[in-house]
Structure formats: C-alpha cells, structure tokens
T-cell receptor, first 113, second 113 residues
Framework: DVKVTQSSRYLVKRTGEKVFLECVQDMDHENMFWYRQDPGLGLRLIYFSYDVKMKEKGDIPEGYSVSREKKERFSLILESASTNQTSMYLC????????????FGQGTRLTVV | GENVEQHPSTLSVQEGDSAVIKCTYSDSASNYFPWYKQELGKGPQLIIDIRSNVGEKKDQRIAVTLNKTAKHFSLHITETQPEDSAVYFCAATSNTGGFKTIFGAGTRLFVKA
C-alpha cells in the first residue's frame, strides 16, 4: 500500500515561530503537494514539486515555503506563524503524469496561538 | 480565477437510499475529474475518476457522470450504507499553463441507519 506519512497529527505553535511540517512517501512518486483544508473552502494548493529541488507555487503560497532535498520527502515551512495559518495541512503524492491518483497523508492540524 | 462549485454542502439520507453530489467547474480546459472520500481523522482517498472523453463511469455502487458542454459532473451513490458517511470532494484538473487541480468545498454525507 502507498503510504504518505506526515510527522505530526497535532501541533500547537506560537505566533512568530518558524514551523516545519514534514511529509514522507514510500512509493517513489515524482509529484508531491501541500494543501490546506479549511471548512467551506475545500482543499487549496499551497506548493507542489515535480522533482527533487524543484518547487512551484500553488494558489496560496504567501507565508509559506517548501523544501525537497530528497525525492521521498517534502517539507512545508511557515516562516513566521500567524493565527490565520491555523488549519489542517494535507500532504499528497502522485506519479508523474496527468491522470494520476493523489495519495494523501492523514493531515496535520496546526493551531497557532 | 478558476473554481469548482460543489452542492450540497451537507446531505443526509436514509440507509439504502441514493445520494447525488453535483459539481460545476469554470475552466473549460479541465479534462480529468477525480472524486475523493475523506473519513474522520483521515486524508482524502480517491474513490472514482473520469476523463473528459467519457460521459459516465461506474464502479459497483458509485458512478460519475460528466457533461462537458455544461461543465457539470456528478457523483451518484446507490444503496447507501452507514460506512458511506464521510466528506466527499470533487476536483477538476487541467494541464494548461501547468498542472492544476481545483477542489470543490466538500459535501458532508450522513447515512442514517
């Protein structure tokens, strides 16, 4: 079974902290994604990566950055956490190509206080 | 910008009845339409998908229909069971100007035993 593992299920951070969310996949997928899930807004793409050291902005990249130093690992970084970044964060991965299923991690619920 | 509208936001049905969730997309270049199911505490999981060259696809109790002219697609679940209770997301993917998937806001389905 494909496994996408996010390092934390729940996180509580203080405003202004630098926050790292880690994601690892074990299926040798080329594509990796970070989404943010908020009630009534669905899933919104923050950043995605098609290859190692490659990244592309999604729809809501402001306040976030990413790192992909190895194929299996994709990290989301909140440079200076703010309360409006309190949300559920979902990592996903897929094979290269257009008609490919995205496999999601279980999510990290981040609360910024 | 491009968007996907999903209705209803909440749907409650009796066990054994059918459930229908509808989505409308705005990007006419969209040509891949996956549906994801998200159970409580888990990440979304693909349940069915359809490509633009097909009008309907069925997999046991679930089916998806696509009307490209109207930019409209729907998920149909027949003989609903309590384990169908979850949040369902539709999505539309295009590859113009780069790979882009837009998700609907989600439908929370309750199946009452």
């Amino acid at each position: 079974d494909v496994k996408v593992t996010q390092s934390s299920r729940y996180l509580v951070k203080r405003t202004g902290e630098k926050v790292f969310l880690e994601c690892v996949q074990d299926m040798d997928h080329e594509n990796m994604f970070w989404y943010r899930q908020d009630p009534g807004l669905g899933l919104r793409l923050i950043y995605f990566s098609y290859d190692v050291k490659m990244k592309e902005k999604g729809d809501i990249p402001e306040g976030y950055s990413v790192s992909r130093e190895k194929k299996e690992r994709f990290s989301l970084i909140l440079e200076s956490a703010s309360t409006n970044q309190t949300s559920m964060y979902l990592c996903a991965s897929s094979y290269r190509g257009f008609y490919t299923e995205a496999f999601f991690g279980q999510g990290t619920r981040l609360t910024v206080v | 910008g491009e968007n996907v509208e999903q209705h209803p936001s909440t749907l409650s049905v009796q066990e054994g009845d059918s459930a229908v969730i509808k989505c409308t997309y705005s990007d006419s270049a969209s040509n891949y339409f996956p549906w994801y199911k998200q159970e409580l505490g888990k990440g979304p999981q693909l349940i069915i998908d359809i490509r633009s060259n097909v009008g309907e696809k069925k997999d046991q109790r679930i089916a998806v229909t696509l009307n490209k002219t109207a930019k409209h697609f729907s998920l149909h679940i027949t003989e609903t069971q309590p384990e169908d209770s979850a949040v369902y997301f539709c999505a539309a993917t295009s590859n113009t100007g780069g790979f882009k998937t837009i998700f609907g806001a989600g439908t929370r389905l309750f199946v009452k035993a």
